[in-house]
């Protein structure tokens, strides 16, 4: 059984660690090459809300594999704290996260100075809110790609929190306490 997981789990991609090093951090990155096609280009990972590492646990590999398969290039680094990146997501507004996304597209350029590669963004709920900040500021992107992408701030928010309390079986005085503190925090 082993062995048909791991042969039937034979990623067509090849992966490499580096350290980026931006103005307030180092970000522990992995990048996936396609392992049979050309590089066309790269595609830049911007997580969501939470304490995420570079692969979600694993999780964006089939994604990742599926754009090695295509000629992009992947990458996605450890949130600021996670793993071995420096820093604290919790401590970053949608701005520092999108200057952050801005200063891995300017690594790539530096590391890859005679490429002409298509430069593409990927993320997923509260990338919904950072893809646009980067893009405004960044006219080298070709593309992005967003799926399920957060709109609300406080909607998201507040939906978490009180699902989470619900979920740990909170009391319904004690669900509206979190839904107005929730509301004072996203106002300030």
Do not use: C
Not at 85 to 100: F, I, K, Y
Not at 136 to 158: C, D, H, Y
């Amino acid at each position: 059984m082993i062995g048909i997981f791991i042969f039937g789990n034979d990623y067509q991609m090849s992966e490499k660690k580096v350290m980026i090093h931006t103005k307030t951090n180092n970000l522990s990155t992995i990048m996936t090459f396609p392992k049979h096609e050309k590089i066309k280009g790269f595609i830049v990972f911007v997580h969501g809300d939470g304490a995420q590492n570079a692969t979600q646990d694993d999780g964006y590999k089939p994604l990742m594999e599926r754009f090695a398969k295509q000629g992009y290039v992947s990458i996605s680094w450890d949130k600021p704290g996670v793993g071995k990146s420096m820093g604290n997501w919790l401590h970053q507004s949608m701005t520092d996260r999108a200057n952050e996304v801005t200063e891995v597209i300017d690594w790539v350029h530096k590391t890859y100075p005679n490429a002409n590669y298509r430069i593409g963004l990927w993320g997923a709920s509260q990338a919904g809110w950072v893809i646009p900040k980067v893009m405004k500021q960044e006219n080298k992107i070709s593309f992005a790609l967003l799926a399920a992408p957060a709109i609300n701030v406080m909607r998201q928010g507040i939906y978490y929190n009180v699902w989470q309390a619900k979920k740990s079986g909170a009391t319904n005085q004690e669900i509206n306490r979190i839904k107005q503190n929730q509301k004072k925090f996203y106002q300030r």
